[in-house]
Nanobody, 122 residues
Framework: QVQLVESGGGLVQAGGSLRLSCAAS?????MGWFRQAPGKEREFVAA????????YYAESVKGRFTISRGNAKNTVSLAMNSLKPEDTAVYYC??????????????????WGQGTQVTVSS
């Protein structure tokens, strides 16, 4: 069992920045971030595979968001810049324990955090 603890998030004006962090209690093969806005399905944001440090981004956040290893072991950060009102959502950290399918697919992940709210005002 792997527990994920998220931190960061909050309220920011459009054009501002926020940083999310996620700490896993055990080893993972990859970690990702997804988000879900009210009335919408959960969508992929970014992912990081530890092996080779490969990163993946949704087109909507590419160039604005950066996923990276955290300073502590088994942690990942998501730096979000140039935030837009449409980035408003609950952001979820996810962990994948095996080499499976594409990291953009939510069902590939084995564990999920409780979510942290990000609100971008216009």
């Amino acid at each position: 069992q792997v527990q994920l603890v998220e931190s960061g998030g909050g309220l920011v004006q459009a054009g501002g920045s926020l940083r999310l962090s996620c700490a896993a209690s055990g080893w993972t093969f990859s970690m990702g971030w997804f988000r879900q806005a009210p009335g919408k399905e959960r969508e992929f944001v970014a992912a990081l595979r530890w092996s080779g440090s490969s990163t993946y981004y949704a087109e909507s956040v590419k160039g604005r968001f950066t996923i990276s290893r955290g300073n502590a072991k088994n942690t990942v950060s998501l730096a979000m810049n140039s935030l837009k009102p449409e980035d408003t959502a609950v952001y979820y950290c996810a962990a994948d324990l095996t080499l499976g399918g594409p990291p953009q697919i939510a069902s590939e992940y084995d564990y999920w955090g409780q979510g942290t709210q990000v609100t971008v005002s216009s």
